[in-house]
């Protein structure tokens, strides 16, 4: 079962244009993560997102955190081609028995174009 | 400092062969994750081990796959026999704690091909 949904799965913009990215559960979580990922690379963590409504920018990033912390986005404004790579978010258990899982979305495939 | 180690980066090997992929931490990280990824599945957990104990191994595939953590330091995923649908980029990742804000390491990945 996918806990972790993101839209859209491909974009492909031109350089400057601005963007977003979402991430939606079914579930309330008590916080999420957002990794960006390099052809040939393993994930790296952006940001870790943790109290509804938070806000975090990250130079052109800015992340977001649902008020009933159930979903997430992320919007890169003017675009470049640095950028391109895959987007996941990421929910960590916080109790339980799997406590400290991480578990991903499917991801979306951002392609900036010069 | 040294991230997270794995080896090989590349595998070709015929259906039925044993394959071990190995990983080694980053020094003083007591979670260790193994993760699958293709285009079809995406990011798939398939084990990870708290101070070298497997916590949930239910992303494990089928009993053809197999991983152990000796130790802190060292840790291989293995599967006997390879099948074709088997090829995939396997990532070991490590991280300190569970805090909702611990950063989770992840290595370069060892890419699989079963032919």
């Known amino acids: 079962t996918q806990l972790l949904e993101q839209s859209p799965q491909f974009l492909s913009i031109q350089e400057g244009e601005n963007l977003t990215v979402y991430c939606n559960s079914s579930?309330?979580?008590?916080?999420l993560q957002w990794y960006r990922q390099e052809p040939g690379e393993g994930p790296v963590l952006l940001v870790t997102?943790?109290?509804?409504?938070e806000v975090k920018k990250l130079k052109r990033l800015t992340f977001q955190f649902g008020d009933a912390r159930k979903d997430s986005s992320l919007h890169i404004t003017a675009a470049q081609p640095g950028d391109t790579g895959l987007y996941l978010c990421?929910?960590?258990?916080?109790?339980?028995?799997?406590?400290?899982?991480?578990?991903f979305g499917q991801g979306t495939i951002l392609t900036v174009h010069p | 400092d040294a991230g997270v180690i794995q080896s090989p980066r590349h595998e070709v090997t015929e259906m039925g062969q044993e394959v071990t992929l190995r990983c080694k931490p980053i020094?003083?990280?007591?979670?260790l994750f193994w993760y699958r990824q293709t285009m079809m599945r995406g990011l798939e957990l398939l084990i990870y081990?708290?101070?070298?104990?497997?916590?949930?191994d239910s992303g494990m595939p089928e009993d053809r796959f197999s991983a152990k953590m000796p130790n802190a330091s060292f840790s291989t995923l293995k599967i006997q026999p390879s099948e074709p649908r088997d090829s995939a980029v396997y990532f070991c990742?490590?991280?300190?704690?569970?805090?909702?804000?611990?950063?989770?390491?992840f290595g370069e990945g060892s890419w699989l091909t079963v032919v």
């Open positions: 997102v943790v109290t509804g409504g």
């Open positions: 020094s003083g990280h007591d979670y």
């Open positions: 990421a929910l960590r258990n916080a109790g339980g028995t799997s406590y400290g899982k991480l578990t």
């Open positions: 579930s309330v979580f008590s916080s």
């Open positions: 081990f708290n101070n070298n104990v497997p916590i949930d």
């Open positions: 990742a490590s991280s300190i704690g569970t805090g909702g804000g611990n950063t989770i390491y």
